[in-house]
């Protein structure tokens, strides 16, 4: 992930005053925002402060409208009840896109993360930036002044040191001109970029793991295979070694040939567009299927959703299909888990639509063959965000890694540079 425009990275020892108030004041809003509504007493208390060095930071939070007073708390003693604080909701606005190569997701958040409203749009081409200004242009919700952040979500590595998309698929010709014509949408606001795969995860783990789960790999099963990584509770970042591309993990060395070079590929065996692939090849050599019916003897017109119906009614060819899918998938997922060890691994994309049955077949696969004692411990389990899951993940890591809250900061820098 990047902030775009931003070269530096941020200074994390406090060796001034300055640095030492900005730490703070994160600080106290990240215990707000998590614990939604406190005192300044309970503050006081969890960050070891004096009452009138909180007092002091709320004050200057209440000034510049990023809290709220909202009203008396409960006491324990016979004085007087402590007046509660929470995050000004309607303080900002956070600007979500989410990319893909056949349409675009936008979700507008207040400062909770609680969605103002949402569109969808399929789009034709990769004139993205044009559709992303249609799409404001319909946002009723929308206050353009008050928009912080613009954050976009893109099926690509986003290498902050160069500034650049790296593996990227949705085939943008003038990359300099795509990120500065975002970044012209918002001028004043922080455009932050960021892999997909990674904001499903972070969002997963924010919004979806129980208390506890900190390390999680996501598997965004879609046109390719990509994963998110969180490690400690943290994205894990590795662009110069193209971790987290897992579509492009060798899991047969004669298998076909993949665009990277590489020789069976797992994106080359079992992404949407090889599923589609084989079920065409197999219904073109003789084998029978519902699918045939479907598409009315036209097999040009086949697609993943003929293949998920005919799945879920049992159609034979199309189960032996899916359940070599689930082999494959779990060798990838075997394989990562023999690196990061995670306590997750959540199935994404539109893998939840093959239904329980797919998922079974991937953990007896996953964990029937394994001598990972602790990957019997490891939960497999769907996406529980379905829809808007990568922009609520690059919300919620906006609010947490990349915001500001000292006025006297000119530039917002990223506290996680890659993503």
């Known amino acids: 992930m990047f902030v775009y425009g931003d070269q530096g990275t941020a200074d994390t020892e406090l060796v001034n005053q300055q640095q030492l108030k900005s730490y703070h004041l994160r600080q106290l809003f990240d215990l707000v925002l998590e614990n939604k509504r406190v005192s300044r007493t309970w503050l006081a208390r969890y960050m070891r402060l004096s009452t009138t060095a909180v007092s002091s930071l709320v004050d ?21 009840k402590p007046i509660m604080l929470e995050v000004n909701r309607n303080w900002r606005q956070i600007v979500t896109f989410r990319l893909d190569l056949d349409g675009i997701e936008y979700v507008l958040y207040d400062m909770v993360c609680q969605p103002l409203e949402k569109i969808k749009r399929r789009i034709k081409g990769n004139d993205y930036v044009t559709e992303m200004d249609a799409i404001l242009k319909q946002s009723e919700a929308l206050s353009r002044e008050n928009v912080i952040s613009m954050c976009v979500a893109v099926p690509a590595i986003a290498d902050c040191g160069s500034q650049r998309l790296l593996l990227n698929i949705l085939e943008i010709e003038d990359e300099g001109k795509f990120l500065a014509d975002m970044s012209a949408l918002f001028p004043r606001a922080v455009l932050l970029i960021g892999n997909d795969s990674a904001a499903y995860a972070y969002g997963e783990k924010e919004f979806a793991s129980a208390d506890g789960i900190e390390n999680l790999i996501y598997i965004n099963y879609t046109h390719g295979i990509g994963a998110g990584i969180i490690i400690d509770g943290k994205i894990f970042n590795d662009t110069k070694h193209n971790t987290g591309e897992i579509g492009h993990m060798s899991i047969d060395m004669n298998g076909p040939q993949c665009v990277c070079g590489n020789r069976g590929c797992l994106e080359r065996m079992i992404s949407i567009p090889a599923i589609v692939r084989e079920t065409r090849r197999k219904i073109d050599g003789g084998s029978y299927s519902i699918i045939t019916e479907l598409c009315g003897s036209d097999l040009s017109r086949l697609d993943i959703e003929m293949v998920i119906y005919a799945f879920l009614h049992d159609d034979m060819m199309v189960c032996q299909i899916i359940k070599d899918m ?7 997922i075997r394989n ?14 539109i893998a ?29 389990r769907y996406t529980q965000i379905q ?33």
């Not at 007073?69 to 016979?78: D, E, M």
């Not at 689930?326 to 990838?332: E, I, N, Q, V």
Request: glycine residues 10%; charged residues 20%.
């Open 352 to 380: 939840h639509r093959f239904g329980e049955r797919f998922l079974k077949m991937l953990v007896q696969y996953t964990k029937g063959s394994s001598y990972w004692e602790s990957l019997y411990e490891t939960k497999i």
């Open 60 to 80: 200057e939070l209440l000034e510049n409208e990023v809290l709220v007073s909202v009203g008396q708390g409960v006491s324990k003693t016979a004085g007087r």
């Open 387 to 419: 829809e808007f899951g990568a922009n609520l993940g690059m919300a919620k890591y906006y609010l947490d890694s990349v915001m500001s809250l000292d006025r006297n900061e000119a530039v917002q820098k990223c506290t996680m540079t890659l993503f």
């Open 336 to 349: 990562i888990f023999s690196m990061f060890h995670p306590q997750e691994v959540v199935i994404g994309g």
């Open 326 to 332: 689930a082999s494959k998938l779990s060798f990838g």
